[in-house]
């Protein structure tokens, strides 16, 4: 009877052990880290841009800083950057990405490169940094406005793209199409590479300015940018509000006088299955992080501007966050 009795409190004291472990694992198993909320997934991916543009590295840096607050893992990718980011955050394909404020407005509306096929499960986080709408020729090209492209091998970026479009509309504003134009569907460092080489005559860049292709391209070639006259910068605002007139300054690529131009802006998109405590961890890991960052336009990415030009719904997390700091929407 001894035998069967201690053999009973045997049995008995390692099915206690098993449950009290198995309740223990919770914070471990598919629910995720007790930082993000019981439901925070283990893993993120963060679709960025192409390597020679901005996204790609200030991308790099924020994953790393979001990794470290939340404990969730945050990878950074390289894409093709904002239509297709958006319909991979749309597919279930990505859980994060940098976007061009413009363009996810348009996949919301369902226009231009979204055409018929509106997006209705992609959210904002918050904007970050000014795009700028960068022109870019060789200084002895003897292209000085945007009219002089006309007959020009032009690189415009992949249909559909916000480089993509932003061409179009600057071309549009000066009485223009595509047809005006030898357009070709290049990235940013076949652009330059393009220019470099004179089988390019220009390239339509957006992107934080300083852009690495354009610097990589000033390290060899003497860099102009095409500047867009002043009343042709009023009639796109006019027409899209979320253009902004920006300046590429002197001194950028060796520029010796600043060049007027338009800028849109950086945001970051959140597919709507992202949890909420998740979100508000990312968010307050990028806008509170952001000084620690090394990247030249980490300096834009503040809490104070983080809901300018944002033309679409903010996520609840995000909402939250910037509810606490006292931000609202202008």
């Not at 924020?62 to 404990?71: C, D, F, N, P, R």
């Not at 009219?147 to 793209?161: F, H």
Request: proline content about 3%; overall charge negative.
């Amino acid at each position: 009877m001894k035998k069967k009795k201690l053999l009973f409190q045997s049995v008995l004291f390692l099915a206690m052990v098993l449950f009290l472990a198995a309740c223990g694992g919770n914070e471990d198993s598919e629910g995720g880290s007790s930082e993000g909320g019981e439901d925070a997934p283990k893993f993120l991916q963060m679709l960025t841009g192409g390597t020679s543009g901005t996204y790609y590295p200030l991308g790099g840096e924020m994953a790393q800083h979001i990794t470290e607050a939340t404990g969730i893992q945050t990878d950074a990718v390289s894409s093709n950057a904002s239509a297709d980011n958006v319909f991979a955050l749309h597919e279930g394909e990505a859980d994060l990405a940098f976007v061009q404020t413009d363009v996810v407005a348009n996949a919301i509306e369902g226009t231009n490169a979204f055409e018929g096929n509106p997006v209705d499960n992609v959210q904002a986080i918050g904007s970050l940094y000014p795009e700028t709408i960068q022109i870019v020729t060789s200084a002895d090209s003897g292209i000085e406005s945007v009219e002089d492209l006309a007959g020009k091998t032009v690189s415009v970026g992949a249909p559909g793209s916000g480089t993509y479009v932003n061409a179009e509309q600057i071309l549009e504003v000066h009485g223009m199409t595509m047809d005006d134009i030898e357009a070709q569907n290049l990235d940013f460092g076949e652009s330059t590479g393009g220019i470099q080489d004179g089988n390019i005559d220009a390239a339509f860049i957006t992107s934080g300015t300083p852009t690495g292709a354009v610097e990589g391209l000033a390290a060899t070639v003497d860099v102009a940018i095409v500047p867009i006259a002043e009343d042709k910068i009023a009639e796109m605002v006019e027409q899209y509000p979320y253009y902004a007139e920006d300046t590429v300054t002197a001194g950028t690529y060796g520029l010796e006088e600043d060049v007027t131009t338009v800028a849109v802006l950086a945001m970051l998109a959140v597919a709507d299955t992202v949890p909420e405590d998740t979100v508000y961890e990312i968010t307050k890991a990028v806008y509170e992080n952001a000084g620690d960052m090394a990247h030249a336009k980490a300096e834009f990415i503040t809490v104070d501007s983080a809901l300018d030009g944002i033309g679409i719904e903010i996520h609840p997390g995000a909402q939250k966050y910037f509810d606490e700091q006292g931000v609202s929407a202008e």
